[in-house]
């Protein structure tokens, strides 16, 4: 076989570049710490690493809702907790201005913080977040959640509750809207509600009362009529006599499922109602305590009524504690939820990263040898080149 000088050197020259190629491919994988430069170069781990990119996209915006809910619900946490401070406040100027030695002029003054409070308790409702959404107003989150309207708090809201996706199978409930925090709670004890008629006549009063027994009571209205300073008949809402009673100041009285106590000293007439629970919103409850202590009392029955609303407000209050707590409660539960899931999140974005650097990343140690061997490589294939080139016949001539 014969072979000529220049298939010699083509030769040479072949080899020289293709040396060269494959030092230049590893100092490419050097200087970008990637083991492989595209996809043809491993099509299974390409696959395999945009799979994992693509998981870790999703880790990564588990993680960006997960801040917005954590943020939106430390902030609810935060307004609950103000606003528990307030009716609390609240309270204690109720339990202040039901002290016999208070004259009209000093409930007036505690009308008067109690309207401030409630100023307080309107502004913890309309709390906004960084972003300047209201974050009781359910889905309108544009719309001031509460306004006062001609002396009645109107709610401009919805019961819309947002939902966000905080990991792969788990979804976690934004703020509560303002109607489920600030309305829809039972007045009175819960189950009923306790008044004196404001044509009373002695200075009797009634306390909230309490359920006594869940199986006979059914919200059906019962009234207490005094017959006499010391007899009162109990009567149902169409005035049906259901039972009649000797009055002793501060004993129970038992009906339909219903106890409660009545002191001081009825007159004959005088009439007090029980009724069933309505819903109503926290402000109508703190406002009507303003109103009844910012109304002069100019004897001792008047002087009842007010005591028998005093009481009244007091367990409408409770009734607020109760919500407001029970909603702090809820929230922390999904505090407590979204810091277990974010740590779900971290670890699974470890184990990703992890599998991307064994797909993706280089080993420098095995890259660095290559690159020695490639590099000789190619300083032999010159040295050769350069020997071969100068096997020419006219060298010789």
């Known amino acids: 076989m014969r072979i000529s000088s220049s298939q010699i050197f083509n030769a040479g020259v ?3 570049l293709e040396q060269q190629g494959k030092l230049l491919e590893t100092q ?13 170069d491993d099509p299974v781990a390409a ?9 870790l996209e ?3 915006q588990y993680q ?33 201005a039901n002290n016999a030695i208070q004259s009209n002029e000093s409930r007036q003054l505690i009308a008067r913080q109690v309207e401030l409070e409630l100023d307080a308790l309107m502004a913890v409702a309309n709390r906004r977040d960084s972003s300047g959404n209201y974050i009781f107003s359910g889905y309108q989150q544009d719309s001031q959640a509460f306004v006062r309207t001609a002396g009645t708090v109107v709610y401009n809201g919805d019961d819309g509750q947002r939902f966000l996706q905080v990991g792969a199978n788990q979804q976690l409930a934004d703020t509560a809207p303002g109607s489920k925090v600030f309305a829809g709670i039972r007045n009175g004890n819960g ?30 209205a019962v009234d207490i009529v005094f017959a006499s300073a010391t007899e009162y008949e109990l009567r149902d809402g169409a005035g ?74 007091l367990t409408n209050l409770d009734r607020v504690l109760d919500r407001f707590i029970a909603r702090q409660a809820d929230s922390g539960a999904r ?33 660095v040898s290559r690159f020695e061997q490639q590099r000789i490589g190619l300083q032999a294939a010159q040295q050769a080149f350069a020997k071969v080139q100068g096997l020419s016949l006219f060298n010789y001539l």
């Open 14 to 16: 072949s080899s020289m």
């Open 28 to 40: 490419t994988q050097l200087a970008s710490g990637k083991r492989y430069l595209t996809p043809a």
């Open 47 to 55: 696959v395999r690493s945009l799979e994992l990119n693509r998981a």
């Open 58 to 60: 999703r880790g990564l």
């Open 64 to 96: 960006r809702n997960s801040d917005i809910l954590d943020s939106r619900l430390r902030l609810e946490e935060s307004a609950l907790a103000e606003g528990v401070d307030i009716v609390q406040r609240i309270r204690e100027l109720a339990l202040q």
């Open 191 to 220: 189950f009923f509600s306790s008044s004196a008629a404001t044509s009373n006549a002695g200075d009797g009063f009634i306390d909230a009362g309490s359920l006594s027994d869940a199986g006979s009571f059914n919200g059906a």
């Open 240 to 313: 049906v006599l259901l039972g009649t009673g000797d009055y002793r100041a501060g004993d129970d009285i038992v009906v339909a499922g219903m106890t409660v106590r009545i002191d001081g000293q009825p007159a004959a007439g005088d009439q007090f109602s029980l009724r069933a629970s309505q819903a109503e919103d926290a402000f109508s409850m703190v406002s009507a305590l303003a109103n009844s202590l910012a109304q002069p009392r100019a004897d001792a029955s008047a002087r009842a009524q007010q005591t028998s609303e005093i009481n009244t407000a």
């Open 335 to 367: 505090l407590q939820a979204l810091d277990r899931q974010r740590d779900v999140n971290s670890g699974a974005e470890l184990r990703i990263r992890e599998s991307l650097g064994v797909i993706n990343d280089l080993d420098y140690a095995e890259a």
